[in-house]
């Protein structure tokens, strides 16, 4: 598979948004499973939505349910993290992810393919 590469982060103040792209070059892309996931300093990577490669299967953490949005254009091989509302919580390192199986999703351990993540930071 061709290598993930995340762009859109950056510095934003609390109540602002940010929309994150996940690209890949390959064509193959449309029938991967892709997760989006961050990492804040001293903590564990944790899930943050994921989107079947279809598109009509969506899922959120609590605790940006309501406030980020995941979609994708297969016919564009990207994968977009609307985020919304944003809260200096939600300061620090995303990743996109892909995988074949659609079980788990939630789970970072379980994929396979990463990117090299870009940095958020919710700050005023």
């Known amino acids: 598979q061709e290598p993930l590469v995340e762009s859109g982060g950056g510095l934003v103040q609390p109540g602002g948004s940010l929309r994150l792209s996940c690209a890949a070059s390959?064509?193959?892309?449309?029938?991967?499973?892709i997760g989006w996931f961050r990492q804040a300093p001293g903590k564990e990577r944790e899930f943050v939505a994921a989107?079947?490669?279809?598109?009509?299967?969506?899922y959120y953490a609590d605790s940006v349910k309501g406030r980020f949005t995941i979609s994708r254009n297969n016919a564009e091989n990207t994968v977009s993290l609307q985020m919304n509302n944003l809260k200096p919580d939600d300061t620090a390192v995303y990743y996109c992810?892909?995988?074949?199986?659609?079980?788990?999703?939630?789970?970072?351990?379980?994929?396979?393919?990463w990117g090299q993540g870009t940095q958020v930071i919710v700050s005023s």
């Open positions: 390959g064509r193959m892309v449309s029938i991967y499973n």
């Open positions: 992810a892909s995988k074949i199986n659609d079980d788990k999703l939630d789970n970072p351990d379980t994929f396979g393919y």
């Open positions: 989107i079947g490669w279809n598109a009509v299967a969506t």
